[in-house]
C-alpha cells in the first residue's frame, strides 16, 4: 500500500499534469460535508470525478478546503508532545503548497485508474483496521477526536492501493494531518522524562542508551501470553518497545513505537515483569534504556 504524504514531506506521486502554480481564477466555495465515512467518501469521490473531467478549479477548491486553519493548535492539542519535533512547524511551512501537491497527487491517482474509495475511521486506539504503525498515533490522542484513513483502490479486491491518511473534521470541514509519526512512541508505563540535577539535590542516576538487539544480562524475562482475541483472529506481528530500567534492574518506564492493538497490551504486561543485572559504567549505577521486541507468532498448533 502507497501512502501519500505531506505533513512528513513525502510526496510520493509526482508527475501528473495539473500545473505547479496556484488557480488565476478565485476558487468557488465547497459544499459542506458530513462527518462521516459516506461524508469523506463523496468528498474525494467529487475530487476523483472533477480531476477526470479535468475540471482543474473543483480539485483545488476541494483540496484548499483541507488545509488545517490552525496547524500548531491543532496538532498540539490532538497529540500533545508526542509529535515528532517539527511536524507542526513543517506542516506550516508547507501549508501554501499543501493543496496543490495534493490537487497534483489525487489527479495522478485518478488518472492512474484508481477510483474505488474506501474509508476507515478510527475512533477509538484499537481497531483491527490499523496497521502496528498507525497504533501509537491512534493511543497518542488526548481526545477522542475521530481521524480518517482514505484508501482508493483501482477496482475491489484489487491490493494496489493507495492511502492517505489522517484526515479529521473540523469547523465544519475535513480536515487533512498528513501521515503523522511519533518518533519517540506513546507513553505506556511511567516517564522518560530526561534526568537533571537540581541544585541541592543528589543528582539522579545518569543513562545509557542501548541499541536494539544488544545482549542483556536478565534476572528474568517473562514470555508474553498470546491473547485469545488475537489468536482466534489468527493475528500475528511484531511490536516494539521503548524501555527504561532503573538502576536496579526492575523496568521503570515503557513507551511502544510499534504493534497490533490486540498484541501489544499481552507485551506490556510481560516486559514490566523483566529485571535485567543492574547495569555500572566506572563502578557507578546507571539507567539502561533500550528498544525491546517482541514476535507474536502463531504455530500450527495454534
Known amino acids: 500500500m502507497r501512502s501519500v504524504s505531506l505533513a512528513l514531506g513525502l510526496f510520493l506521486l509526482a508527475g501528473a499534469s495539473l500545473a505547479q502554480g496556484p488557480p488565476a481564477q478565485p476558487l468557488s466555495a465547497v459544499p459542506r460535508y458530513e462527518d462521516s465515512t459516506k461524508g469523506l467518501e463523496n468528498f474525494m469521490r467529487t475530487v ?49 503548497a499543501l493543496y496543490l501537491v495534493l490537487a497534483r497527487d489525487l489527479t495522478g491517482i485518478a488518472k492512474a485508474g484508481f477510483e474505488q474509495i474506501h474509508v476507515l475511521r478510527y475512533e477509538s486506539g484499537c481497531s483491527p483496521d490499523a496497521n502496528e504503525d498507525q497504533v501509537p498515533v491512534l493511543l497518542a490522542r488526548r481526545r477522542p477526536v475521530e481521524l480518517y484513513e482514505v484508501r482508493i483502490l483501482r477496482k475491489k479486491g484489487d491490493n494496489s492501493a493507495n492511502s492517505l491518511r489522517y484526515f479529521l473534521y473540523q469547523q465544519g470541514g ?80 515503557v513507551r511502544l513505537l510499534s504493534g497490533h492493538c490486540w498484541l501489544f497490551p499481552a507485551a506490556l504486561e510481560a516486559v514490566r515483569q523483566w529485571r535485567i543485572e543492574p547495569v555500572q559504567v566506572n563502578g557507578e549505577s546507571v539507567e539502561l534504556e533500550t528498544v525491546i521486541e517482541l514476535d507474536f507468532r502463531l504455530t500450527k498448533e495454534s
Open 48 to 96: 476523483l470525478a472533477a480531476a477526470r473531467n479535468g475540471d482543474e478549479q473543483l480539485v483545488y477548491a476541494h483540496t484548499r478546503s483541507l488545509l488545517l486553519p490552525s496547524p500548531r493548535e491543532t496538532l498540539a492539542e490532538l497529540f500533545g508532545d508526542a509529535l515528532q519535533e517539527g511536524v507542526a512547524d513543517r506542516y506550516l511551512e508547507r501549508r501554501a
Open 174 to 253: 475535513f480536515r487533512y494531518l498528513g501521515n503523522i509519526a511519533l518518533a519517540q512512541g506513546v507513553p505506556l508505563f511511567g516517564s522518560f522524562e530526561e534526568n537533571e540535577t537540581a541544585s541541592g539535590h543528589t543528582p539522579l542516576p545518569k543513562r545509557l542508551h542501548l541499541e536494539p538487539g544488544h545482549v542483556m544480562k536478565f534476572r528474568s524475562s517473562l514470555e508474553p501470553k498470546y491473547p485469545q482475541q488475537a489468536r482466534d483472529a489468527r493475528v500475528e506481528g511484531r511490536v516494539l518497545l521503548r524501555t527504561l530500567f532503573d538502576t536496579e534492574g526492575a523496568v521503570k518506564a
